[in-house]
């Protein structure tokens, strides 16, 4: 009997998946992995996105080790010849190419804050000469935003292509590969979420079914309390230096010194957590795609 996965929470709309037919506990371990992605707090915070980002980690963990069953071998192996079998292959590569480049995104913005925050320092009392550092650090960002805008729209152009080939299978090759396309929509999605929060952006609404960015970031600016709750810490970053930039004598005093310099530390602790799993995340995607692969070969 083929046993259904069960709904994610609504914010994923994602479509019920049936799994192989045959009983082991990876299935229903499966199943609660991608419930917990759903149920997990929707916000735009860098501790939301990580931990989002662990929870998918574990899925792809999940997913490798049903790759290792015999049962799923046999299914998946008369198969090496597929179309579907190249879409999946290529959809892996995306991944890896999308997790490259928010680990540039990452790094770069870590490498400038660290800068930012020893130029402060070693500045202090010199308003210029800070403000002069601050927008450097700015003006990389952009750089940063920009390689992301860039990444971003190639993003959308590859979930429009992304066009599975019919599957006209029996029902265990069908759940099967059901649930590697799925696991690579929910992967793809999540990355978007984390170059939109690395950028400072918010994503607008799409009328995709697998719009867990916009349900992540979109939130109404209703409240200044709200908004700085939902801003994620590269973002506060950046206002907070804007703002002084902003200023028509460009000064920056002590206590905003101060305020950024907290601010920038907070930033590093976050881009550490988020560059750790990130790179996790990518050796799970190598090792699947490497379990794919054997199997196909055989």
């Known amino acids: ?91 892996s590569l995306r991944l890896l190419d999308i997790c490259g480049t928010a680990k540039d995104a990452l790094l770069q913005t870590r490498e400038g804050a660290c800068i930012l925050q020893w130029s402060m320092r070693r500045r202090q009392g010199n308003e210029n000469g800070i403000s002069n550092e601050i927008a450097k650090y700015l003006t990389s960002r952009k750089k940063v935003k920009k390689a992301i805008k860039k990444a971003l729209r190639n993003l959308k152009g590859m979930k429009n292509e992304s066009t599975f080939s019919a599957l006209n299978k029996d029902s265990e090759t069908f759940s099967t590969v059901s649930m590697l396309r799925e696991v690579e929509k929910v992967t793809l999605t999540l990355i978007e979420a984390l170059l939109c929060s690395i950028a400072g952006t918010t994503a607008h609404s799409r009328r995709s079914g697998w719009s867990l960015v916009s349900k992540l970031m979109q939130h109404k600016r209703v409240a200044c309390e709200e908004v700085e709750a939902d801003h994620s810490e590269f973002e506060k970053v950046d206002d907070a230096l804007c703002t002084i930039l902003g200023n028509k004598n460009k000064s920056v005093n002590l206590v905003q010194a101060n305020d950024v310099q907290n601010e920038l530390g907070k930033l590093e602790l976050s881009i550490h957590d988020l560059e750790e799993e990130i790179e996790l995340l990518s050796r799970r995607l190598i090792k699947t795609r490497v379990s794919l692969l054997n199997i196909l070969s055989h």
């Open 1 to 91: 009997m083929v046993v259904s996965s069960s709904n994610t929470k609504a914010c994923y709309h994602a479509r019920s998946i049936s799994l192989p037919s045959r009983p082991h506990p990876l299935i229903p371990e499966f199943e609660e992995h991608m419930r917990r992605l759903g149920a997990s707090e929707a916000t735009s915070s860098s501790s939301s996105i990580s931990h989002k980002l662990s929870g998918l980690r574990d899925l792809h963990d999940c997913v490798d080790d049903l790759l290792l069953l015999p049962f799923t071998q046999q299914v998946l192996a008369p198969y090496h010849h597929e179309q579907w079998v190249d879409e999946l292959l290529d959809g």
